[in-house]
């Protein structure tokens, strides 16, 4: 690699219109490397951008227009997702996971002592965002990407009331979405370790 | 694909015979005398083996080949499980040095390995840049390239090992979730330059191409620092279950954040809090909290060899296998034969750089009484590797992720070699 580059330099000096290229350090970091400018790729177009640009932050940001009802969410649940989650979310471990449960044991989040309690949205997912984000890409299995915003709402809707984390006569929205809050959010902290003599 | 990979050693085989019938035909047209040992097997061969020639030095051999192929002797094998979430493990056991052969890098995926043609594909890097940037595969190419070895490590490597540990577990049950490659790609800093990154963001999304668009945030500085895109895995194109035609690269980081099938990076100011690192790949703890965004992988290290299902004879044997950390270079691993009494430095192959893994060797006399072999790394941060009780008390057994236990394998008086977790 340094071989090549001194080539280059030498190109370069040869050829006016040749640029030497910042060289790519052996240390470890890249920080070091100067910012430069080579045109290649094209700029995206918005519409470009939007097509792929679904993702949905835990403040709502990037939620569609568009609601859905928990009981349109529990009628589509047992036409598109019951196959692999079960009829009440049961699911079929590990490949199609559980998905309903609100287990009283998950109150201590004691998870790290009890392998079998179930990581359920109710018992441990810290954001409602997520539900809605997953579900829209990368579901149903078989069809992912197929449902409509509004169906995404439903779905969404009808798992956080199973999971009894909204009244199950909801109606969800993106306004209302973002507003949830999860049972267990707080419980989530920073990575603490930083290598050297402690085990964390 | 999966089946495919466990079919291989068979079609080789018949392959092989084949081609060295075919060459025997040749040898007669061509007036060219037969080896003593003709073409039969003077040998009985092991159920699967191949037929070989009691000289091979008295015949001619196989003619040269489009790809080369194993030795029909050496069958090296994942475990996959035939679907399409789920991972299929290296087989550590197997394997020398620390270059992990391409064809046998562990596999985790998510929702399947997609089919993706390189000449369509492309990678979109938008939000807090300049101008949202779309390059093509070869585009990303043509950007200054650089080459490195790192290994990747899923942060739930070890779990079955650590819950539940049976004495019949081999290296590969025990940690086959790892594997280390030669990369070669572009760091991830000049493409953001190229986009005109703006100095606001603080995190990205990388997406993948398959069918979960699997997305991770990362922290910006991780980008800064040692971040790659790499479209090349030990001198070739990534395989498919690598992430071709791109793939993200994060040495050191779990990896799931080193998101394949690449597709789209989007910076941001905040984490997305995706599927991924929520109700996955978060690390419960006995203090009822759950760590979030545990990217390094602790410093560990495995005896690959000897191992179950080894059975030893008394004499000379090398205690060998692999130490590896996300925080840079490994500095020691020490060996005990006598249950972690004591301890004896092992001599480490010289490294190639940083977040690669080195293989340690201690040659150990076998007097023919019960032992337990111990291996135990040390990194350039200082980090011993744990026992397992040490790991238990401040992870718990329900802990989900990043499982780096001293383990081992136990000695029987007859030689049997079993799996030691007890530590």
């Known amino acids: 690699m340094r071989r090549a580059l001194v080539l280059i330099v030498i190109t370069a000096a040869a050829c006016a219109r040749d640029t030497a290229p910042p060289a790519v350090p052996a240390a470890a970091s890249f920080a070091s490397i100067p910012a430069q400018h080579y045109g290649l790729g094209r700029a995206a177009t918005p519409a470009e951008v939007a097509a792929l640009d679904i993702d949905v932050g835990p403040d709502g940001l990037g939620l569609p227009a568009g609601s859905g009802t928990v009981a349109q969410g529990a009628t589509l649940f047992q036409t598109k997702c019951s196959m692999c989650h079960g009829a009440t979310g049961q699911g079929m471990p590990p490949a199609f996971p559980l998905l309903i449960s609100r287990d009283p044991k998950a109150e201590g989040f004691k998870f790290a002592s009890d392998p079998k309690l179930p990581h359920s949205i109710g018992n441990y997912w810290p954001n409602a965002t997520t539900v809605f984000d997953y579900v829209r890409r990368a579901m149903p299995l078989l069809q992912p990407g197929s449902l409509t915003n509004d169906e995404v709402y439903s779905l969404t809707a009808f798992l956080l009331a199973s999971n009894e984390v909204i009244p199950k006569t909801a109606t969800l929205d993106s306004a209302s979405l973002m507003n949830v809050t999860m049972p267990y959010r707080d419980r989530f902290v920073p990575d603490n370790r930083k290598g050297g003599n402690e085990v964390k | 694909m999966t089946d495919r990979a466990q079919d291989a050693p068979d079609e080789l085989i018949s392959r092989r015979t084949m081609l060295a019938g075919a060459a025997g035909v040749v040898a007669v047209a061509a007036g060219l005398p037969l080896g003593a040992g003709g073409q039969g097997a003077s040998a009985p061969a092991a159920p699967g083996a191949p037929k070989v020639p009691a000289d091979p030095t008295k015949l001619q051999g196989a003619p040269t080949s489009p790809v080369g192929a194993r030795s029909a002797f050496y069958k090296p094998s994942r475990t996959p499980v035939g679907e399409t979430v789920g991972n299929s493990l290296s087989p550590l056991q197997d394997l020398t040095g620390t270059i992990t052969p391409a064809d046998l890098h562990f596999e985790r995926h998510h929702a399947g390995i997609p089919l993706i043609d390189p000449a369509k594909h492309t990678l979109l890097i938008h939000g807090l840049v300049g101008t949202p940037l779309l390059l093509s595969v070869d585009e990303v190419k043509r950007f200054p390239q650089v080459t490195r070895t790192h290994f990747i490590e899923c942060s739930g490597n070890g779990r079955s090992a650590y819950r539940e540990p049976k004495p019949d577990m081999t290296p590969q049950k025990v940690a086959g979730l790892v594997s280390n490659t030669e990369w070669t790609g572009v760091p991830l800093k000049v493409l953001l330059d190229e986009a005109g990154f703006k100095p606001e963001a603080t995190w990205f999304l990388a997406e993948g191409g398959d069918a979960c ?46 998101v394949k099938w690449l597709r789209r990076i989007e910076l941001g100011t905040r984490p997305w809090a995706t599927r991924w690192e929520t109700s996955k790949y978060t690390d419960p703890l006995p203090d009822g909290t759950a760590r979030q965004y545990s990217f390094d992988m602790d410093a560990k290290s495995i005896i690959t060899t000897p191992a179950h299902p080894k059975v030893l004879t008394k004499g000379w044997w090398p205690i060998s296998g692999l130490a590896w950390t996300g925080r840079g270079k490994i500095t020691r691993v020490e060996i005990s034969t006598d249950n972690g009494k004591s301890w004896h430095d092992a001599e480490l192959s010289p490294t190639t750089g940083v977040k690669a893994p080195v293989r340690f060797t201690h040659m150990w006399e076998w007097d023919g009484s019960a032992a337990v072999l111990l291996s135990r790394a040390t990194d350039e941060t200082g980090y011993v590797q744990p026992t397992r009780t040490a790991l238990l008390k401040v992870r718990g057994i329900g802990t989900d992720f990043h499982f780096n236990p001293i383990v081992g394998w136990k000695v029987a008086a007859n030689g049997a070699v079993t799996f030691h977790a007890e530590t």
Not at chain 2, 221 to 230: E, H, R
Not at chain 2, 239 to 254: C, S
């Open chain 2, 213 to 258: 668009l699997l997305t991770r945030s990362i922290p910006m500085p991780k980008a800064m620092d040692d971040a790659l895109v790499v479209w090349a895995q030990n001198g070739e194109p990534l395989r498919p279950e690598q992430g071709f035609p791109l793939r993200l690269l994060l040495p050191g980081w779990e990896g799931n954040t080193s």
